[in-house]
């Protein structure tokens, strides 16, 4: 079984920056990909980025250029580095993980992020 835990969410100021850190319980090398996604209040869950195990990066158009994803293989963690935050990027923000060879895929329990004006 797998565990996803994100930490670092929070409540900034627009223009202020956030780092989510998703740990995993395993070894996230056994993961083909592994991502960040949104669910915005009254809005459905949205893909923010994601990153495979090659390093092959996709973003979502709303967060291109302000958001970086990284994986840190030897911590096991996957990180996203939020910059110049809108109050429009305010959501539960949740961790995903797909491994190899496999249809499931991984959540974690989300962590809030909320931009004021």
């Known amino acids: 079984q797998v565990h996803l835990v994100e930490s670092g969410g929070g409540l900034v100021q627009a223009g202020g920056s956030l780092r989510l850190s998703c740990a995993a319980s395993?070894?996230?090398?056994?993961?083909?990909?592994m991502g960040w996604y949104r669910q915005p209040p009254g809005k459905q869950r949205e893909l923010v980025a994601a990153?495979?195990?090659?390093?092959?990066?996709n973003y979502a158009d709303s967060v291109k250029n302000r958001f970086t994803i990284s994986r840190d293989n030897a911590k096991n963690t996957v990180n996203l580095q939020m910059n110049s935050l809108k109050p429009e990027d305010t959501a539960v923000y949740y961790c995903?993980?797909?491994?190899?060879?496999?249809?499931?895929?991984?959540w974690g329990q989300g962590t809030q992020v909320t931009v004021s004006s």
């Open positions: 990153i495979t195990s090659g390093g092959a990066y």
């Open positions: 995903n993980a797909n491994p190899f060879f496999s249809t499931r895929t991984y």
């Open positions: 395993g070894s996230i090398s056994s993961f083909n990909s």
